[in-house]
């Protein structure tokens, strides 16, 4: 493993909670339906495409419409919904900060573009950050390989310099392929003690 110059976070699930069943109860309440049918109700591929860019919100709420079977549910209804996703901080910003004098720090995440319009006034930790790579400005998203290719060009490192912190295994995975070095994010006190045992500074 080379010196780590360049740490990558994950955003959602990493940075803040996401409440998943707080946007599953809502809509199962606005449809009169139960939490296991708006659950099997999600288009993901569809949503994978929106999180591609290759679709605007409007177009993907006709879609989640059309597979809820709820056709009389607004977009405002959708919206706070969307809304509902999105938790509280936690403390995993803190050490981000703690970071950010001796690391280039970049975020590296699917997104779309409502919710970045949305959370960027709410989160500072987004104007803190060096860098910023999103799924919907690239036309792809994790765990394709070449959204880590990108976040890699941009930042100016190689794998061998590169730290990236995700929740989900399956893009940790393809990071590790690629040479990146990897921490599969639980909690922020795991990951500040992984981070310890990579001899990050700046962490006591």
Same mark, same amino acid.
């Given at each position: 493993?080379?010196? +780590?110059?360049?740490?990558?976070?994950d955003?959602?699930?990493? $940075?803040?909670?996401?409440?998943?069943?707080?946007?599953?109860?809502?809509?199962?309440?606005?449809?009169?339906?139960?939490?296991d049918?708006?659950?099997?109700s999600?288009?993901?591929?569809?949503? !994978?495409?929106?999180?591609?860019g290759?679709?605007?919100e409007? &177009?993907? !709420?006709?879609?989640?419409r059309?597979?809820?079977?709820?056709?009389? +549910?607004?977009?405002?209804?959708?919206?706070?919904?969307?809304?509902l996703?999105?938790?509280?901080?936690?403390?995993?910003?803190?050490?981000?900060?703690?970071?950010?004098?001796?690391?280039?720090?970049?975020?590296?995440?699917?997104?779309?573009?409502?919710?970045?319009?949305? $959370?960027?006034?709410?989160?500072?930790? !987004?104007?803190?950050?060096?860098?910023? +790579?999103?799924?919907?400005?690239?036309g792809?998203?994790?765990?394709?390989? /070449? +959204?880590?290719?990108?976040?890699?060009e941009?930042?100016?490192?190689?794998?061998?310099? &590169?730290?990236?912190?995700?929740?989900?295994?399956?893009?940790?995975?393809?990071?590790?392929?690629m040479?990146?070095?990897?921490?599969? !994010?639980?909690?922020?006190?795991?990951? /500040?003690?992984?981070?310890?045992?990579?001899?990050?500074?700046?962490?006591?």
């Open positions: 493993m080379g010196k +780590i110059t360049t740490v990558f976070f955003i959602g699930g990493v $940075l803040f909670d996401l409440q998943l069943e707080a946007t599953v109860d809502y809509l199962a309440e606005k449809c009169n339906l139960n939490r049918q708006v659950g099997k999600f288009p993901l591929e569809v949503y !994978f495409e929106f999180e591609r290759r679709m605007d409007t &177009s993907f !709420f006709n879609h989640w059309k597979t809820l079977g709820c056709n009389d +549910i607004s977009d405002a209804d959708f919206t706070r919904a969307w809304d996703l999105v938790g509280e901080e936690l403390p995993t910003v803190g050490i981000l900060e703690k970071l950010l004098p001796h690391y280039q720090i970049w975020l590296l995440s699917n997104t779309n573009d409502y919710h970045i319009r949305t $959370l960027t006034p709410q989160f500072l930790f !987004f104007e803190k950050v060096h860098g910023k +790579i999103y799924s919907y400005l690239e792809c998203r994790k765990p394709e390989p /070449e +959204i880590f290719n990108l976040a890699l941009r930042a100016g490192v190689t794998p061998e310099e &590169s730290l990236f912190i995700d929740d989900m295994q399956v893009n940790v995975d393809q990071a590790r392929k040479g990146i070095t990897t921490i599969h !994010f639980t909690t922020p006190e795991e990951l /500040e003690i992984e981070l310890k045992l990579l001899g990050l500074v700046g962490l006591d």
